[in-house]
C-alpha cells in the first residue's frame, strides 16, 4: 500500500492537521496521469475517457483502499497514533464535506509516500 499525504496549508496561528489515505501501489500517481490528459470537465467519473493507460479509465474506488481519510495523533506525517479527523476539520481544510472529492483532492495533490506493507 502506498500512503498518500496532504499537508495542510496552514495559516499563522491556525493548526490544521496534515492527512492522509492508503492507496493501491503505484495507482495515484496514473490516476494523476489520467486526469492532467482530461479538460476540465474530467472532475466526475461519467466524464472519464479512454486513454492510454488502459482499456478503462481508473475510478477513484480503483486508487484508494477505502475512502477513510486518517491522520496522525501528532497531525503531522506519520508518527503517533492513527486516528479520523474531525469532519469539521475536513470540511474547513477541504471546503466541502463530500468524502469522494476529499479523497480526490488527497490523491491528486497529496505526496505520495511510497508503498508500505
Known sequence: MEKICYKAPNQPGQHMPDVFVMAE????AKYRAQR???????????????????????????????????????????????ARPAKSDLASLFNTENPEAIVEQIVLQGEIQGSRV
Do not use: C, W
Not at 466526475?44 to 481508473?58: C, F, I, N, Q, V
Open 25 to 28: 501501489p503505484g495507482m495515484a
Open 36 to 82: 492532467s490528459h482530461q479538460g476540465p470537465t474530467g472532475n466526475h467519473p461519467h466524464h472519464l475517457k479512454e486513454t492510454d493507460l488502459g482499456d478503462r479509465p481508473l475510478a477513484l474506488v480503483d486508487v484508494v483502499q477505502s475512502f477513510d481519510i486518517y491522520q496522525t495523533s501528532t497531525g503531522k506525517g506519520f508518527e503517533g497514533n492513527v
